[in-house]
C-alpha cells in the first residue's frame, strides 16, 4: 500500500543515495582491506628489523675457555632504533638457560611451538604493553662446548601500529577524493539522465490543452520511448472522447435550441393578436423566454472555457470593448427604455486576455444589470495601477449578500424569489476572470451597485512612473 503522507523522493535522490551507499560500502571494505594489508606489512617490515638484530646478535656468539662469549654488536641497535617509541628487549642464553647476556626477563615461545626451531616468531607481554618477540638459535659443536645457544629480541607494537595507520591513511585519503569525485560525477550523470524528462514535462506543460496530437518519440532515450508510445495511446483514446463529447454538445445544442426557438414563436405568436394573454399562455412565454436565455448562457459559458484553455492571451483596449458593447444595442432588446451611458477616457486601457472571452463577460455584467439592477446603467472603464477594469454600475442596491459569497458556483441560483436569480451570467464572468488571471469586484458606491472584472494590464503599454 502507497503512503499518501511519505514525502516522495526524486529520482536524482533516490540515484545519489545508492550511489552514496555503494561508496559507503565500499569504502567500509576498502577501509578494512587496506587496514589488513598495512598491519600484515609493517608486521613484516619490523619482523625482519627484529631477525636481523637477532642474527647480527647470533653471529657475534663464539665459544672462549668453554663458555659462549657475546660482543654486542652495535648494528643491532641501529637496527632497532628504527622504532626509537619502542621498548626492546634482548636476551642470550646457553644449552641450559642460563643467561649469557642480556636483560633478565625471560621470553619463551608458548608450549605449543616447536622449542627446537631454529627461528621462532611470537607474542607476548612486555611490562603489561603487547610486544613481538623473535627467538634464534644457533647451534655449537666443539670440543669443549656442545650445544644451543639462544638470541632472544623483542619490541612493542607502538612503531607498527604508526606504520600501520600511515599506510592505510596513505591508500584511504586517495580513495576518499576519488570517491568525492565519483559522487560528483555520478551527480552530473544523474542530472543528465532525467534532463531528457524535464524537457518532456516542459514540452507537456507549453503543449495547448487541447493539443492531444502524438507526442514525437524520435530522438528520444529508449526508455522514453515506452512512456511516451503509452502517453500517446492514452491521449488518442482521449482524444476519441472529447471528439465525442464535443459532438454530442454540438448536436445537443443544435436540438435544443430548434425546438425552443419554436415554441418561443409560437407563444409569441399566439400571444400578439392583441388580446391580453392568458395565464397560462403569459407563463409559457416567460419560461420559453428564460430557457432561450439560460441556452445561450450555457454555449456562451461553454465557449469561454474552451477558449480560456485554449485561446492564446494578447493585448488589447479594454475601451474597444465597452464600445463595442453600446454599439450593439442589445440592451434595447433586453430592456426597453433604458438608460445606457459609457463612460471611458482617452487614455488606452490595454488588458492581456481573449478579447472575446471579455466581450461575453461585459454582455453578462450589462445583462445582469439591466435585469436585476435599477437604470440608468453605466459601462465604463479605467487604468488602476497593474491592473486593467472594466465595470458595469447601477443604481441600485445590488443582490444580496448570499449572491455575492456565490459568485461563480457553477448553475446555483440563491434569490429571495425567481425572478431575483442572476442565472449564469456571473459564473460566465467569474470563469473569464479565472482563465485570465484577474479576479471579479463588487462593490457598493455612492452611485449604485458596481461589478467590475480586474484583469493584468499590459506592462509595455504602461508609462514609467519615473
Do not use: C
Not at 539522465?193 to 514535462?201: G, Y
Request: charged content about 25%; hydrophobic content about 45%; overall charge negative.
Amino acid at each position: 500500500m502507497i503512503d499518501l503522507h511519505r514525502p516522495i523522493r526524486s529520482l536524482t535522490g533516490r540515484v545519489l543515495s545508492a550511489v552514496i551507499l555503494l561508496l559507503l560500502l565500499g569504502g567500509m571494505l576498502v577501509s578494512v582491506w587496506t587496514w589488513i594489508n598495512g598491519r600484515t606489512a609493517a608486521r613484516q617490515t619490523y619482523d625482519r628489523l627484529l631477525l636481523g638484530a637477532a642474527n647480527d646478535i647470533a653471529e657475534s656468539i663464539r665459544i672462549q675457555d668453554g663458555k659462549a662469549v657475546v660482543d654486542l654488536p652495535v648494528s643491532a641497535f641501529e637496527l632497532l632504533a628504527q622504532a626509537p617509541d619502542d621498548r626492546i628487549h634482548y636476551d642470550v642464553r646457553g644449552p641450559d638457560g642460563q643467561l649469557v647476556t642480556g636483560l633478565s626477563d625471560r621470553f619463551e615461545p608458548s608450549e605449543s611451538s616447536d622449542r627446537a626451531a631454529l627461528l621462532q616468531f611470537f607474542d607476548d607481554r612486555m611490562q603489561g604493553e603487547a610486544a613481538r618477540f623473535v627467538r634464534v638459535v644457533r647451534r655449537f659443536a666443539e670440543r669443549d662446548f656442545s650445544g644451543n645457544v639462544s638470541v632472544t629480541v623483542g619490541q612493542t607494537l607502538s612503531a607498527r601500529q604508526a606504520m600501520t595507520l600511515d599506510l592505510a591513511l596513505d591508500a584511504l585519503v586517495p580513495l576518499a577524493f576519488a570517491g568525492i569525485a565519483l559522487l560528483v560525477i555520478a551527480w552530473f550523470a544523474v542530472r543528465s539522465a532525467v534532463r531528457p524528462l524535464e524537457a518532456l514535462a516542459s514540452d507537456l506543460a507549453r503543449r495547448d490543452p487541447y493539443d492531444l496530437t502524438p507526442m514525437p518519440v524520435e530522438g528520444r532515450p529508449q526508455e522514453l520511448r515506452v512512456m511516451l508510445e503509452s502517453l500517446n495511446r492514452f491521449m488518442q483514446r482521449l482524444d476519441k472522447q472529447i471528439d465525442g463529447m464535443r459532438n454530442l454538445i454540438s448536436d445537443t445544442a443544435h436540438q435544443l435550441r430548434t425546438p425552443v426557438a419554436a415554441i418561443r414563436v409560437q407563444a409569441e405568436t399566439m400571444a400578439g393578436d392583441g388580446t391580453p394573454p392568458s395565464r397560462p399562455l403569459g407563463m409559457l412565454l416567460a419560461r420559453t423566454r428564460s430557457l432561450g436565455d439560460l441556452l445561450d448562457q450555457l454555449l456562451s459559458r461553454a465557449m469561454v472555457i474552451h477558449r480560456g484553455d485554449s485561446v492564446p492571451r494578447v493585448a488589447f483596449d479594454l475601451r474597444e470593448v465597452a464600445l463595442d458593447l453600446i454599439e450593439r444595442r442589445d440592451h434595447e432588446l433586453l430592456s426597453p427604455g433604458a438608460e445606457v451611458r459609457l463612460a471611458i477616457g482617452e487614455d488606452p486601457v490595454i488588458a492581456v486576455a481573449d478579447p472575446f472571452s471579455v466581450g461575453q463577460a461585459a454582455k453578462n455584467l450589462l445583462s445582469n444589470a439591466l435585469k436585476h439592477g435599477k437604470p440608468p446603467v453605466t459601462v465604463g472603464t479605467e487604468l488602476s495601477g497593474a491592473e486593467a477594469v472594466i465595470w458595469v454600475e447601477d443604481t441600485g442596491t445590488g443582490p444580496h449578500e448570499a449572491v455575492i459569497a456565490s459568485l461563480g458556483a457553477r448553475f446555483e441560483r440563491t434569490k429571495t424569489s425567481r425572478e431575483d436569480s442572476v442565472g449564469l451570467g456571473l459564473s460566465i464572468v467569474a470563469a473569464v476572470a479565472t482563465a485570465s488571471g484577474g479576479r471579479v469586484d463588487m462593490s457598493r458606491t455612492d452611485q449604485g451597485f458596481r461589478v467590475a472584472l480586474v484583469l493584468p494590464a499590459d506592462d509595455t503599454a504602461r508609462e514609467d512612473p519615473a
